[in-house]
């Protein structure tokens, strides 16, 4: 019994590995991650930053645009925003966000809850809810075939900061 509690062979290894580890990495996670840390939990919700927004005014700005856009079109139109954020290495990879109403229909219908939405801005905030680019094939097939819906698509370029969103797909 004490021989396996004490670690034997095994845990003086991992413990090994681990010291040949500790070196390298706690300067770099002492010198940067908390200082930097304590700074985006000052300027930057975690929840938010799938959004692309560094900052409150672009967050804001994006609120402005999104209100902005011509809601004449119905209840049946469904717009998806593109975003490129960071993929596994260095790799990147796209994914999309869908706003306010569209939000909340997208959550319920496919998320089945509302507990993953994010609001952005200040009162009256705005639904937001990011969808994977799997997702995102599945949710507008769905939209199109079987539900008769309306799908737009708007990119701004990948711009961080630039509100010059334009619709680059169309489908109905």
């Known amino acids: 019994g004490r021989g396996r509690g004490a670690g034997g062979g095994r845990r003086g290894g991992r413990a090994t590995a681990a010291s040949k580890r500790k070196p390298k990495e706690e300067p770099q996670d002492d010198g940067g991650d908390n200082e930097h840390g304590d700074e985006m939990d000052e300027e930057e919700d975690p929840a938010k930053a799938a959004f692309g927004y560094a900052d409150k005014k672009a967050e804001t700005g994006f609120c402005t645009f999104f209100r902005s856009l011509d809601t004449t079109e119905g209840d049946n139109l ?31 219908e496919y998320y089945g809850t509302t507990s993953a939405l994010t609001y952005l801005g200040s009162a009256p905030t705005l639904a937001s809810q990011t969808v994977s680019a799997s997702l995102f094939c599945r949710i507008v097939r769905d939209l199109l075939v079987n539900r008769g819906y309306r799908v737009e698509v708007l990119s701004n370029g990948f711009a961080q900061k630039q509100q010059n969103w334009k619709v680059i797909k169309k489908g109905a």
């Open 78 to 108: 469904v717009r998806f925003f593109e975003r490129r954020g960071a993929g596994r290495g260095d790799t990147v990879s796209s994914y999309y966000t869908v706003h306010g109403d569209n939000a909340v229909f997208v959550a319920k």
